[in-house]
């Protein structure tokens, strides 16, 4: 019993947190410009900041994870870190040479003060910008919101350096995936091409985070949305944002800067927002939804169906991150199971759980929800009332151990496994693989608890 | 390949044997803008710390120090698992302003009144140093509430480099140090220092003591007890392993308690043996202590010899790069693996001082490069241009190496099988020569062609 320690009587805490379901907004910040292309993010902080966001997200991606950091001193840490981080933009640019380098900030500097964009003219009118090369920042403090919030600034902030208006339009759609995985993005750019959607997604860490073997080591991979691309994402006709947490805020300020008309959805993941995706993409883009996306969904209808004895009513506890856990739930109602138990570490806000409360609102059961919470509640309500699955992060695996349930991994980060790098689980084939994963749960755990006699061949 | 580019104020970071003339620089901040693979001051504090399994360890900032840290080091216990969950006082905008005391404070009382540990360590972070939270008068106030000891950890993250954090550890560790009971402990008495039973690591090595018939009053952190810290003046000799981290805490009971220390390795053949024989050497009143160990060594070689022998036909021959963290380990790397066959092409290391690079430059083979706090470029141009078959180091070079299309042995956090000892030697050897031979590799590109 790892967690022998978690009590079952659950008391209020005030000033604690134990076993996060969350961490601090840099690390959004370094995933979200690792999806700019030639883009080395840089962290004006202390060197252990970067130094944990590399190995975290090299654990998640098993990928080499480039960025660079101001390696804040006392001395800095007292007069200001201007001279680190001018000493920074000429070193990056002479040795690592990026096209784009994406500074973001720490709870270090964010409290000392120090100006970014003073300190990047001062780089600039020192002639330490190279021509045609960029220098961008977000302010990231790691003691507001959490890693999505560091993610949505830093995606933001793409928007306020680079998108640009000229008065033409053209037919291309922005698409924010949000802080998601490589392989989703993937995948909403597999669905639009097939509706012939010409598209601008950013950030994008397709081919960045999920590269071949080449036996080069490449400082900056192929994939990543380019600077030239982020100028023209204000000519677009429109722009979806996935995820109103980790995307709304750069959508909402690209309509606001070139008025690109905007809209927040759900991310598509299970059957309705995935509906909501493929319908508002084919209307703002004026095309049709090809037979290759209905037969898509139609097979997942249709597996659904076959499934559904095993599905039905089976209480689930889910840990993730705002945008996930609304569109996860959702599906997880229309399957007919029980979403019970909810927890996100990030700060979403009182209206963001009572849309994460509508989506269960027909659960016969007790629900739980606590925005924000942490994993220690999680398992305490555990504790009090079981549950049949969990669904969370490789974390949530002491807790699957410990009470005897079976976990499905979904979410960051994922510590211990293959798959989230590689398949998708947006869109109507991505809702297939979720629920093949949690089918294999289940059935898994039925085969193994059955006595001889129920031990069933067909299921 | 081109060449890269290095920059000029590290050029004297980089020595290659035999072809530049020997000016090493090191233990230098790193440059802003380096893309080096070092941590801080709080990291260092928090893998000495970590392993201590029954005393509280509450991270006092913002959440992102406790998220990163949480059980990422397979520092194993046989008892308490509390070590093993995060706690955060999660410092929000409001107590950045305000100050973070309050919240510290009742985090700390309800923390205790909870778990009821034996110790409590508090680790400041960035932000406490620059709020200027007391962490000291809390940390006190509370110990007096509560009745334990509750140590405050100086581990603001900008305040030096790891090598701090390990000294800011050995500091809160010293202040347990005298306040247990020696009465019950042997003449033949040591504590083993820095080793923090990775993957099971500091059972072996105690085990081989105890067989020589010396008693191991502490080992210090790995599977450690807050009792066992109180009471570890009462050994006769502080065995210390890994260089950088636990030296500290050796010369601070030097001083006060007069007690001796040698340095050793548990990493190798020769470097295990030695350590025993050191030991032995220092109780020469027993000589059944040595006779012990020569048996002991004796026994534990012939074990593995065999199977040795067999991996060394495949390995011999292939060139290996190593970046570690501190040089002691390399010193034992290279070692080992000339034991296997292999040449070492590239030795590097985070944290190493200048006596640690001439003994490297000493021991390595004409052309090997030397290395200080190197970055992925300079790291990934030697290992192609010196064409290594295998990398050793820790988690952020893993996918370089694969990426590369060779070999890669984690000697860091990430080892999941003791690689300590004699049976963590033939571990090594198994590991090593399963990641060289992997057949995945005939697949890379540039071996297809």
């Not at chain 1, 080069?216 to 192929?222: A, D, G, T, V």
Request: charged content about 25%.
């Amino acid at each position: 019993m790892l967690l022998r320690h978690t009590t079952k009587e659950i008391k209020e805490r005030k000033a604690l947190m134990v076993n996060p379901a969350k961490t601090c907004q840099p690390i959004g910040a370094m995933y979200a410009a690792l999806g700019v292309h030639a883009c080395l993010p840089h962290s004006h902080g202390s060197q252990g900041c970067y130094a944990y966001h590399r190995s975290t997200l090299t654990r998640h991606y098993k990928e080499p994870v480039m960025a660079a950091t101001s390696a804040f001193t006392e001395g800095a840490s007292v007069f200001g870190g201007q001279a680190n981080l001018l000493q920074a933009i000429d070193n990056i640019f002479t040795v690592y040479e990026p096209e784009v380098i994406a500074v973001h900030t720490t709870c270090l500097s964010e409290t000392i003060g120090d100006d970014i964009p003073q300190i990047v003219k001062k780089a600039e009118a020192d002639g330490k910008i190279p021509a045609g090369k960029y220098v961008f920042h977000a302010n990231t403090p790691s003691y507001v919101g959490s890693h999505v919030t560091g993610f949505s600034n830093m995606t933001k902030a793409m928007v306020d350096y680079f998108s640009e208006k000229n008065g033409r339009k053209t037919n291309a759609i922005n698409l924010i995936p949000g802080f998601v995985e490589p392989a989703d993005m993937s995948e909403i750019k597999r669905m639009a091409a097939a509706l012939g959607v010409d598209v601008i997604m950013f950030p994008d860490t397709a081919n960045v985070l999920n590269g071949p073997l080449t036996g080069k080591f490449k400082m900056y991979p192929e994939g990543g949305v380019t600077i030239e691309q982020l100028k023209l994402t204000g000519w677009s006709t429109g722009t979806i944002a996935l995820g109103e947490m980790a995307s709304g805020a750069a959508a909402k300020a690209l309509d606001a800067k070139c008025k690109v008309p905007c809209r927040v959805l759900n991310l598509p993941i299970g059957l309705h927002d995935t509906d909501i995706f493929i319908d508002t993409l084919h209307r703002m883009a004026g095309v049709n939804v090809p037979e290759e996306i209905n037969l898509e969904r139609g097979q997942l209808v249709d597996a659904i169906s076959d499934w559904q004895q095993y599905l039905y009513g089976k209480r689930v506890a889910l840990v993730g991150d705002p945008d996930q856990l609304l569109s996860l739930t959702r599906f997880l109602v229309a399957l007919d199971m029980k979403p019970v138990y909810m927890v996100t570490g990030s700060p979403a806000g009182k209206k963001y759980a009572q849309a994460l409360q509508g989506t269960v609102a027909e659960i016969p059961d007790q629900v739980q929800i606590k925005v924000p919470g942490d994993m220690f509640l999680l398992h305490q309500w555990i504790k009090n009332e079981p549950v049949d699955l969990i669904i969370g992060n490789t974390y949530a695996k002491y807790i699957a151990r410990d009470e005897d349930i079976p976990l499905v991994r979904f979410g960051f980060p994922i510590l211990d496994r293959l798959g989230h790098s590689y398949f998708s689980t947006f869109g109507y084939r991505g809702a297939l693989r979720l629920l093949e994963k949690m089918l294999n749960a289940l059935l898994d755990r039925k085969d193994r608890d059955s006595s001889d006699i129920e031990f069933e061949l067909v299921m | 390949m081109s060449a890269i580019p290095i920059l000029k104020e590290r050029q004297k970071q980089i020595y290659q044997k035999g072809r530049t003339p020997f000016e090493m620089t090191c233990e230098k901040h790193s440059l802003a803008g380096s893309v080096s693979q070092r941590a801080c001051v709080f990291c260092g504090s928090r893998v000495v710390l970590y392993p201590i399994s029954d005393a509280l360890h509450l991270i006092h900032g913002p959440i992102g120090c406790a998220a990163y840290t949480w059980d990422i080091r397979g520092a194993l216990s046989s008892g308490p698992q509390l070590h093993r969950l995060s706690f955060s006082t999660d410092l929000q905008e409001k107590e950045v302003i305000f100050g973070g005391e309050p919240k510290l404070y009742q985090a700390l009382i309800e923390l205790i009144d909870t778990y009821r540990p034996k110790a409590a360590f508090v680790y400041s972070t960035c932000i406490v140093g620059i709020i200027g939270d007391d962490v000291e008068a809390v940390c006190k106030k509370v110990s007096r509430e509560r009745k334990i000891p509750v140590l405050a950890v100086h581990s603001e993250g900008f305040k030096g480099t790891k090598k701090d954090g390990y000294k800011a550890a050995c500091d809160a560790l010293f202040q347990l140090v005298g306040t247990g009971s020696v009465q019950d402990i042997a003449p033949a008495g040591i504590n083993i220092l820095g080793e923090f039973n990775i993957g099971g690591e500091a059972w072996i090595i105690k085990k081989y003591y105890e067989r020589m018939g010396v008693q191991v009053v502490s080992v210090m952190t790995g599977d450690g007890r807050v009792d066992e810290i109180r009471k570890l003046h009462g050994a006769a000799l502080n065995v210390v392993q890994c260089s950088g981290a636990m030296t500290f805490l050796a010369e601070m009971l030097k001083e006060k308690y007069g007690i001796p220390y040698i340095r050793v390795s548990y990493f190798g053949i020769d470097d295990m043996a030695k350590a025993l024989y050191d030991v032995a050497d220092h109780f020469e009143d027993d000589p059944g202590i040595k006779e012990r160990a020569r048996k002991l060594v004796r026994d534990e070689v012939n074990a593995i010899y065999p199977k040795l022998k067999e991996i060394r036909k495949d390995l011999s021959g292939k060139r290996a790069a190593i970046y570690v963290g501190g040089a002691f380990k390399a010193f034992s790397l290279i070692k080992a693996l000339r034991y296997l066959g292999m040449k070492v092409i590239l030795a590097g290391s985070q944290t190493g001082n200048k006596i640690d690079y001439e003994i490297l430059r000493d021991m390595c083979d004409e052309g090997t490069v030397i290395l200080d706090d190197a970055n992925p470029l300079e790291l990934s141009k030697y290992i192609i241009e010196k064409r290594a078959d295998l990398f050793i180091g820790g988690v952020k070079e893993r996918p370089m190496a694969y990426k590369l299309g060779i070999g890669f042995c984690d000697h860091n956090h990430e080892r999941k099988i003791p690689l300590a000892g004699f049976e963590g030697m033939l571990n090594f050897a198994r590991e090593v020569h399963t990641s060289v031979t992997s057949p995945v590799w005939q697949f890379v590109p540039f071996r297809q062609r």
